[in-house]
């Protein structure tokens, strides 16, 4: 009998656990709800703005302290009185227009000619063999090497700056195009080949459009590029007006307001092309997304 009722108890357990705990009467929690992705970019935003605010107020106190004292370090005060000078004046729209222009025109030349030289190198075997050694040794150059020759062949005015602009955009546009076009999945090709799309059709709707994140990431790498090669340029090529050239008479003239102004300057003016290029790069893709609907509605119709 003790056997027995052990047996019972031990049963009785177990289909306890089979069945699981009762139920719980307690409310499950609500869900959060999500916000827009608006909202979580403009919290982003304002969250990027600590480090400077903070560093900004660090600047401030020492300056107003003395606790650096030396003529090195100027107040944010006597920055922005720099700036408002040179606003009135008209020399920095100036400055900085004459550095925007170089790079906008070297910026220009030297895409056009890295998409057409990568897409040479991705579409044609021939002129990857031929070409493509060349290249990888071309790229491996420091781009600043080829100042000295630049400055014998165009002088140190505006052609020779654009040039040197182009090369420092061209190489990136080059490499990322003919790596983007490598890179597209055979299955693409395949399916593409099963639909007895013709040459052109298989570039233009299969090709070009899986290779574009790559190409379009050589772009963005040369706009930055381009324009810290600007900067290097104006240095090294001492000709006219430029941001580069606003840095170096500061720094001649020993006025430090001069030179943190062009510095924000720069720093600035890199932030907004890169705002640029990612709001760009955001209205592109966000055409070329299909909806489901729409996708339906294509292969309903084909």
Request: aromatic share 8%; net charge positive.
């Amino acid at each position: 009998m003790r056997f027995r009722s052990i047996f019972n108890a031990g049963a009785s357990a177990r289909a306890t656990q089979r069945k699981g705990p009762p139920p719980c009467d307690c409310a499950l929690p609500a869900k959060r709800e999500k916000k827009p992705a608006s909202v979580n970019r403009r919290g982003a935003a304002w969250r990027g703005l600590v480090l400077p605010a903070i560093a900004v107020a660090l600047w401030s106190a020492i300056s107003a302290l003395h606790l650096v004292k030396s003529g090195l370090l100027v107040s944010p005060l006597a920055v922005l009185h720099a700036g408002l000078q040179q606003l009135g004046s008209g020399a920095l729209l100036r400055a900085l227009s004459a550095s925007l222009a170089r790079e906008g025109c070297g910026f220009v030349i030297g895409t056009v000619g890295g998409l057409l030289l990568g897409s040479l190198l991705g579409f044609s075997r021939i002129a990857r063999r031929m070409v493509g050694p060349s290249f990888d040794t071309f790229k491996q150059i420091s781009l600043f090497a080829w100042i000295p020759l630049i400055s014998v062949w165009f002088g140190l005015g505006d052609v020779a700056k654009v040039v040197f602009l182009s090369l420092a955009a061209l190489l990136p546009v080059t490499a990322h195009t003919c790596d983007g076009i490598h890179a597209v999945p055979r299955s693409y090709i395949e399916v593409a080949r099963a639909f007895r799309y013709s040459r052109l059709q298989l570039i233009a709707h299969v090709i070009l459009p899986a290779a574009l994140p790559s190409i379009f990431t050589g772009i963005y790498l040369a706009l930055i590029y381009s324009w810290l090669a600007t900067l290097g340029a104006e240095y090294l090529l001492v000709s006219g007006s430029g941001i580069g050239n606003l840095l170096i008479d500061g720094s001649e003239q020993f006025r430090m307001d001069l030179v943190l102004l062009g510095i924000i300057v720069v720093g600035l003016t890199g932030w907004a092309l890169n705002a640029l290029a990612r709001a760009v790069e955001r209205a592109i893709f966000a055409r070329r997304t299909v909806r489901p609907s729409q996708a339906a509605t294509t292969l309903g119709a084909s």
